[in-house]
């Protein structure tokens, strides 16, 4: 039987070694490698028991089904019989009172909503192995958690864990169109086929809920912010309500972006005056109408008076009054209204860093308890490297909430291997010095340091229709780590680079340094082949694809020039009290350290300062020097990259080495490219030397700037 | 060992289970059924040897550790030695010239090119099964039949196989847009990642040219006919390149759209006009530039002077100045101009079915050698149904090659179910009694009636990016029947269908029966509860989903009421002597018989003849009873394919059945839909009684003509 067993696992592995194309990403379940696990494993799948029935454990029901075979060779059995063959547990707190002692009731009772509980309860002298959650979901959540352990050699048979996320909406944002187009989308196109909708269900909605109720995320906006209202219409909420229907067993809410016009664009009405009282019917109408059809719809997701698009300014309204005029409309169904802050007005402002807090601190305390202002990790936009946003600590009353862009706009889009985990670490952990001196943004958002209740982590999806999902193979990286994140959020980037190298790769111990190494360099090298030292919004006009530094023309602030303010003289964006201010948004803990072009950290040295190329770094060398060898630096660093990479050659599945191999040699290129691009427009302006040190560029800056990219995907479409 | 192997064969079945994505196609290697075949597969698999080197034999050799573990549950051996454990001899005619009998030798060499020979060799006493072809290429074919008897049951080790391919440039068109949508696309977007080439090699392309060399497909136009002239331009050829330099090794040869107009758009001229020396110059530099990156680059596809393309009337040129000019560019490589004859110009012609006659048949022996025109099946434009084209046979020294449409533009698109072959076989099959009394379309496009020495038949591409290819599972077999028939013309659609189904669905002789009746069915279901007995353009307007009879407006040619005529008297367009005459330009003996309302097949009817609603069919029922009487069995064929299909639950793969299942659902519905709103909109203008057999719609006429669906796919771009 053994025998049979190693067989059959092998021609497992050289099967699977066709089809790793990532469809499957991290629930690419395969043998159980520790051999000990591996028969724990064969045991506990040989008898498990639910102790209710419900759509959750159904879906549950179903992993187990792929997972057991692939993992043991075997399918699981299911028991209909509490005791007897049983081995594992499976239910609800209260499904299992009579089984449980006091204090694990206690136990799993704190752990509210979405929480599991996961150990060996004794009953009548035999062990049972048991996930228990407070809601069905909980389970769910405890199982992936469980199958990971398996997949990741963690498994611990007899070890208690306990575990809650901190956050409680845990949401990707979607920004697909309904052509099917995703605005900054590198991964192909939507995988909403809303046409199909809602007759056909592609199988990959499953999956997707699946990946997503894997890593802890319990909220989707599938719509772009930039929002079409026909997605409000009766037709498209009977395809929305499909999608529902089948995220909700894996613990998933639907949300939709309301575009703030809609009134009048499906309404029939003249205005969308959040105070009209049409206006307000109409929200109340459409409310009442999306939750007969989705009796769990979790809100709206509202971007207004931003890029264009239509908001409560239009009616010399605030934000407050159109978010709440939204948020009255879901409040009965326990709807939530999530609001933007990226926020400008069309007309140019002194300096975009500053207008979240100039919009949002004057209406703290304005919003209703069930809106929540979603506020991007940094002031500008998702740059490969921002201080954090000043909005957080900057408010007291308001429910705030923090959105990464897991899509990689400006980080490499689906070419570069990026791994973002570092860079939001570095966000959630920065302190804010406010309400408390020991706050810090992930204590803000996840209510700790704020008091806030309601929290949310949003994260724009990088996620599409290639078949790997995520363009990238390591894009995939970035999804589970944003889920992971959104779980909880003091988690650090190497054990969740571990986790995922793991269950991608498997647990070979040299090819794990390898990759993780690899991983957690990534961010950086990118920093500084595209914006070292504070440098920001240098990129490619509109497809933001590759360097720009010389872009002008249009609007000021989408251009480069208006960031970087490269002259003869010096460069950076002087934002401190001799400059735009924007600064003084912060603490004063803050405003005073990083006002001091010698105490900033020199990584955010020219968003805060304008300052000579003669300028003296703490290295001793010039500003212009400095410049250059981070420039170079990077260029390295991506080499480094890809010659670690190339050490995998045969060490891992042939699909995914030659898939990520061809993209890091990509990668390779476009950061010299970056360096070179930048370097010589730089160097045109200070007109100081061209670093010895650092390998001349090929072309000129003229060949730089003459380059087009016609076909560079992610563009917004014409409406 | 034989335990190990059934074990491991269940193991293989289950997993394979889990992954019927369709990815695969009929390319998705199971385990063999037949357990004498499979041994005789295992001991094949065993000693393979090669007697040459190429890219082609690596490409076999690949295919062949995909396939025979799958198969057999053993990695193939490959052998360095052409005696001993050698089992397979693979190779060229010249290659085996040693040991193959002279009677072989002429045999194989008569197969042309493409041809392969496959059978036993006895040699020193000893047999090797052996496949050989005149150049790799052939190997490589023979090799996937080989696979392919061996996936179906038919594989006969003591059989000699000799085939060759009937017609020469075996032909996808892909009607890609560089920005990755496909004009008339239902399966997602373009698998052409252009952004991403030359740098990035998706795996797709590989398993593209693999799926089309298995069915002997040599040729495809990578980019829409509605062209962009930026494909010709550098950047773009070194995509091309990698694209071609993948395909080569598969026997399939890159052609690429060109835009008349790109000496004005790409090559700063100000004219495009085809005698114009600039312009010669322009094309011939930029086809050497071509060849320099493509040796062996096909050639162009050329859509001008219609739907708005620009083309040489612009100039006042005719079609053959213009292709001439374009062919005079690439003869020296020995590439090949394919013409469209889809013209119309866009002012409004009297009747648009007699356009391409007019224009083409005064260019008789104008064209170059190296010039194929390439015309649509039928004069409209791939309706449900239409009688083939009239310029077959209307021509004697110009190259014809046909067009078909695979993509489902007017025939349900990616939501039915509609085997394509049997129209195409009707085609094909169509007596064109010219040139000679018993010519055929297929004997024209052969060459075999015609004498034309270049041949092609060209298929508008199904493929898109969506996981199964196609978008419906049974888009498979419309790809594959189409590939089946470029071989050989005078297939049967039934013996094609029963090798897609095997292949797809396996052997089970119950299972085939329902599903091959389900595909010979759908057709004719189709046009029934479209557009029976000779209606055609009656679809939705613009994305030409589901029913529009009433569409009018704009163009009139492009309208349905220019096509349908109906009006209080009667129905139908009259191309007859007494109306647009477009039936004169068929051969006498077919003018004398559909000239006659009573001879004409009926299924052609209203196509020529314009009659009134009390009209008298052989049935003896009115023509207006008969129209819906038609429409309603459409609907009940529909019904039955579903109730069909609904009876292979629990005997196919789930997954399979359950996507063909809700596909078929929504199949019904738009049969219904287009029974209701055709048969409404009809009686609107009839003012007879509505058919009272049949069952009453439920919506009005005023409902139909207000659905919209702005989400339908397939829309051609604003450029």
Chains 1, 2 share one sequence.
Not at 104 to 131: A, C, E, H, S
Not at 473 to 484: E, H, I, M, T, V
């Amino acid at each position: 039987m053994k025998k049979y067993l190693i067989l059959a696992l092998l021609l497992i592995f050289s099967l699977q070694n066709f089809a790793k194309d990532g469809y499957e990403l991290w629930l690419d379940y395969r043998p159980i490698e520790n051999s000990i696990m591996r028969s724990e494993a064969d045991q506990l799948f040989s008898g498990i028991f639910f102790f209710g029935k419900n759509p959750t454990y159904e879906a549950i029901e179903k992993e187990l089904q792929l997972a057991a075979p692939k993992m043991t060779g075997k399918a699981p059995v299911f028991s209909s019989e509490r005791l007897n063959q049983t081995q594992i547990w499976l239910g609800t707190r209260e499904e299992l009172a009579q089984v449980l002692g006091l204090q694990n009731q206690i136990d799993i009772r704190n752990l509210g909503q979405d929480g599991y509980w996961m150990g060996p309860v004794v009953f009548q002298g035999k062990t049972y192995f048991t996930i228990v959650g407070n809601r069905p979901v909980g389970v769910l959540y405890g199982v992936f958690d469980w199958l990971k352990s398996l997949q990741s050699g963690s498994f611990d048979l007899n070890k208690v864990k306990m575990e809650s996320p901190k956050i409680q909406l845990r949401m990707l944002n979607h920004w697909d169109n309904l052509d099917r187009t995703v605005e900054r989308g590198y991964a192909g196109f939507s995988i909403w086929d809303w046409h199909r909708l809602p007759g056909y269900i592609d199988p990959r909605y499953i999956d997707y809920a699946r990946a997503n109720a894997s890593i802890g995320i319990n909220a989707v906006s599938l719509t772009n912010v930039n929002a079409n209202a026909r997605i409000l219409t009766s037709d498209f909420m009977k395809k929305a309500m499909v999608l529902a229907d089948i995220f909700r067993p894996y613990g998933i809410k639907v949300f939709l972006t309301a575009r703030f016009s809609a009134p009048i664009e499906i309404g029939g009405l003249k205005t969308a005056d959040p105070l009209d009282p049409e206006v307000i019917a109409f929200w109340k109408k459409k409310t009442d109408e999306m939750y007969q059809h989705i009796p769990d719809f979790g809100g709206y997701l509202v971007k207004a008076n931003s890029e264009g698009q239509p908001g409560p300014h239009e009616y010399q309204r605030t934000h407050a009054e159109g978010a709440n005029m939204l948020a009255a409309a879901l409040a009965p169904h326990g709807g939530v209204l999530i609001w933007r802050a990226f926020v400008y007005s069309h007309e140019i402002d002194e300096d975009r860093h500053k207008q979240a807090n100039l919009e949002f601190v004057p209406l703290d305390g304005k919003f209703r308890e069930n809106v929540i202002i979603q506020v991007k990790n940094g002031a500008i936009d998702f740059q490969p490297r921002e201080p954090f946003h000043p909005l957080f600590g900057a408010v007291k009353q308001t429910n705030l909430g923090v959105e990464f862009q897991i899509t990689q706009e400006y980080l490499g889009q689906a070419t570069q291997l990026v791994f973002l985990s570092p860079m939001w670490e570095e966000v959630l952990r920065s302190k804010t010095f406010r309400p408390t001196p020991t706050s810090t943004v992930a204590g803000i958002v996840d209510g700790s340091d704020s008091g806030q209740r309601l929290t949310l982590m949003a994260g724009v999806s990088n996620i599409g229709t290639d078949r790997n999902w995520t363009g990238h193979l390591f894009g995939q990286a970035n999804w589970y780590s944003f889920g992971r994140l959104t779980w909880d959020p003091y988690l650090s980037s190497e054990q969740i680079a571990e986790e995922w190298t793991k269950l991608t790769f498997g647990q070979n111990p040299e090819n794990l340094v390898k990759i993780k190494e690899i991983m957690l360099d990534s961010h950086e090298a990118a920093v500084n082949y595209m914006t070292p030292l504070g440098l920001h919004h240098i990129m490619g006009w509109d497809h933001h694809y590759g360097p720009g530094p010389w872009v002008t023309g249009g609007r000021a602030d989408w251009t480069a020039l208006y960031y970087h303010r490269a002259d003869s003289l010096g460069i950076g964006f002087d934002r401190t009290f001799t400059g735009s201010k924007a600064l003084e948004q912060y603490a004063p803990e803050i405003i005073r350290a990083w006002s001091d072009s010698e105490q900033i950290p020199e990584k955010y040295l020219l968003w805060f300062h304008h300052l000579s190329w003669d300028y003296t770094m703490k290295s001793g060398k010039t500003l212009w020097k400095e410049i250059g060898l981070h420039y170079d630096q990077g260029v390295k660093s991506a080499r480094k990259m890809k010659s670690t990479w190339e050490t995998l050659n045969g060490a891992i599945d042939p699909v995914q080495y030659s898939h990520v191999s061809q993209l890091l040699e990509i990668q390779v290129q476009e950061a010299e490219w970056w360096r070179n691009a930048c370097l010589l427009y730089f160097q045109s302006i200070s007109k100081r030397p061209f670093p010895s040190e650092i390998e001349q560029p090929e072309g000129d800056l003229e060949y730089y700037k003459s380059l087009r990219f016609p076909t560079a995907p992610g563009i917004r479409p014409k409406w």
